[in-house]
């Protein structure tokens, strides 16, 4: 885990130092080859503006450098859509402007998302060399029919092929993967998981399959073209990935992330501990502090606005109410809880009092538990903890804790 503050001098010839936090950026890619029937994010299946996209994005980050004034780039993420896309050259082009305008660590995280057909061997290399350090490739299965069925532009061979050459240049790689698909035995399922650990991967993050408004997947279903999703049978898929990743020296520190020790996800564990971020792109999402703010999904209109030196965003000031929602929602989703001590502190004790009394039916049912950790300092603090048991309803539970 790295610390939440940096440290940088003030000057070459001063000895004083001053305390920065850490930050994140997130660079949103708004473009895929085909869409996939299960998706809701914000991409286009037409390229025509891409050239103009990756000025306007690094016009963005140029527009927005004074946001960050008293934080530390410590991880920056290419997302999408599909990132894999765009060229080496527009990829260093972009790396380059966060460099420029803003302040970075010595040996930022830089992950890539990417398809697998996507990656070749001369771009697999020409990655390695680059300053991207981290790929997380969409495999989402090694089964042909279940890439037909979610309409994934990539084959399984060519998901093979990549992994194969991939690991030979990355040794960081987290790979994604879908379960809870219809009619997937838990033989199928089993296979799909010894396949990734055969490849020797070091970081997994594994979604259930879901149904969301708007998408084809949603449409297919609604007309009998597609089968219903079913709990029972995520939910033992999900008990038998922690099984499986547990045995194989994973540690499942996030509800839907499972990585060996070393190889967790600075990026999104920056989210998840409250550290602030800048979403560059096209529907993008900013936080610093007790802010949220987000772009328009709309690749025209945020061009034209960014041209116009026009931020094309939304922003909302976070109540109390909504902040300690928001804690309580990603510290019960990772390993390290939410502590009791820090929502006393930044909530009020009125606040720690709900928490508790709410937890209490959870903890009845060995869905939470209270435990004793002890801090940097070596002194005790409570946390309030997702067991084992309770990981696969964590949402649900998290929003009976909500303060309404």
Not at 351 to 380: C, M, P, R
Request: hydrophobic share 35%.
């Amino acid at each position: 885990m790295e610390n939440n503050t940096s440290y940088i001098r003030l000057s070459k010839n001063s000895s004083l130092s001053r305390k920065i936090e850490g930050a994140g950026v997130y660079i949103h890619i708004p473009f895929c080859k085909q869409a996939c029937f299960y998706c809701d994010f914000h991409f286009s299946t037409s390229h025509k503006k891409k050239e103009e996209l990756v000025q306007a994005l690094a016009k963005e980050l140029f527009l927005r450098k004074d946001e960050f004034n008293n934080q530390i780039i410590e991880t920056i993420y290419f997302g999408g859509g599909t990132p894999s896309l765009l060229s080496l050259d527009e990829l260093q082009f972009l790396i380059a402007e966060v460099y420029k305008n803003y302040k970075v660590t010595e040996d930022p995280e830089i992950t890539l998302e990417a398809n697998p057909d996507d990656l070749n061997k001369k771009q697999i290399i020409e990655l390695s060399k680059s300053p991207v350090n981290r790929l997380s490739i969409g495999i989402q299965s090694f089964f042909e029919d279940d890439l037909k069925s979610m309409n994934r532009a990539h084959s399984s061979e060519e998901a093979k092929n990549c992994l194969s050459l991939a690991t030979q240049y990355f040794d960081n790689i987290t790979i994604d993967l879908i379960y809870g698909i219809p009619n997937m035995s838990l033989e199928k399922w089993n296979k799909n998981l010894q396949m990734t650990f055969d490849f020797g991967v070091n970081h997994i993050s594994s979604y259930a399959l879901t149904v969301e408004p708007k998408t084809a997947l949603a449409s297919f279903i609604k007309k009998g073209e597609y089968p219903p999703m079913d709990d029972e049978l995520a939910q033992l898929h999900f008990n038998h990935l922690i099984t499986k990743t547990k045995a194989q020296g994973f540690v499942h520190y996030e509800v839907s992330n499972f990585g060996k020790p070393n190889y967790f996800s600075k990026h999104n564990t920056s989210y998840w501990q409250g550290k602030p971020y800048l979403g560059i792109g096209p529907s993008a999402h900013s936080f610093n502090e007790h802010t949220r703010s987000w772009n328009v999904s709309n690749n025209t209109r945020y061009i034209k606005s960014i041209e116009e030196n026009s931020l094309p965003s939304t922003k909302e000031i976070l109540t109390i109410q909504e902040q300690y929602n928001e804690y309580v929602m990603t510290g019960l989703r990772t390993i390290w809880g939410v502590s009791l001590e820090k929502v006393a502190k930044d909530f009020g004790e009125d606040y720690k009092s709900y928490l508790l009394k709410t937890s209490e039916k959870f903890i009845e049912k060995d869905l939470l538990v209270i435990t004793e950790d002890l801090d940097a300092k070596q002194n005790s603090i409570q946390k309030l903890k997702t067991t084992e048991k309770g990981w696969f309803l964590v949402d649900g539970i998290a929003a009976e804790l909500f303060m309404i």
